[in-house]
C-alpha cells in the first residue's frame, strides 16, 4: 500500500500536480493500492495536558488498538509513502507537523532500544515532493525535518526529496521548472 499523505490546500497545487506525477511512477510501478490522507480534512486533537496524560496512559497499557492511533498505525504499515507538501515560511504547513505529532508514537512507529530510537514502519521508501515560489535557500525545515525523522525514527533509509523553486519569480516559465522536475523524478525511478 502506498500512503499518499497530502498537505496541499489549494485547487491548483502545483505541489501537488507533481506529486500526482510521481505517484503515477510509483503506484503504477508497483501496481499497489493508494490511499490518500488530505491532511486539511482532519481534524487534528489539540495536544494539550489531558491529551498527552490519555495517550501516555494507553501508550503504557499497550492499548495500540485505540482509535487515536489509527494514523500511527496506517503510517507504519504502509509498504511506500509520499508527501505533498508546499514549501511555506521555510518549511512546509503545519498540518503536516501536526501529523507528525499524531503518529511519533512509541510502540507503533519506533521503539527505543538502549535509548536509541530503532523504527518499527514497514515502508523501505519515503518520498518528499514540494513546490516554493521563490529559491529554497535551506531544506533542513521542511525536507531536512522530515528526512531525519524517516531515516532517524521511522527505520526507512530510502528517502527521496523533488523539489520545484522560484515558480513565482518575474519571467520564471513554470510549465518548464515543472517539467524538469517530473523527468528528474522519471530519472530516479528509471535508476531504482
Keep these: 500500500m502506498i500512503l499518499y499523505i497530502n498537505a496541499c490546500v489549494r485547487r491548483e497545487s502545483r505541489t501537488k500536480l507533481l506529486a500526482d506525477h510521481l505517484l503515477g511512477l510509483i503506484g503504477g510501478k508497483a501496481g499497489e493500492e493508494v490511499q490518500e490522507l488530505r491532511l486539511e480534512e482532519i481534524r487534528f486533537p489539540v495536544a494539550d495536558q489531558a491529551f498527552l496524560n490519555r495517550r501516555d496512559a494507553l501508550i503504557s497499557a499497550g492499548r495500540f488498538d485505540d482509535p487515536l492511533f489509527a494514523p500511527a498505525r496506517q503510517f507504519a504499515a504502509a509498504d511506500t509513502i509520499l508527501i505533498a507538501a508546499p514549501f511555506w515560511d521555510l518549511s512546509f504547513p503545519s498540518m503536516l507537523k501536526q501529523y507528525f505529532g499524531q503518529i511519533n508514537v512509541t510502540g507503533i ?84
Aim: glycine share 12%; aromatic share 14%.
Design 109 to 192: 512507529t519506533f521503539e527505543y532500544r538502549n535509548d536509541i530510537p530503532h523504527g518499527l514502519c514497514k515502508a523501505q521508501r519515503l518520498y518528499y515532493v514540494t513546490t516554493a515560489g521563490g529559491p529554497i535557500f535551506n531544506e533542513e525545515y521542511g525536507f531536512g525535518y522530515v528526512k531525519g525523522l524517516a531515516q532517524n525514527f521511522y527505520g526507512i533509509r530510502d528517502v527521496k526529496g523533488f523539489r520545484a523553486e522560484n515558480l513565482d519569480i518575474m519571467g520564471a516559465d513554470v510549465k518548464e521548472i515543472l517539467e524538469k522536475t517530473m523527468k528528474e523524478m522519471e530519472e530516479a525511478e528509471t535508476k531504482g
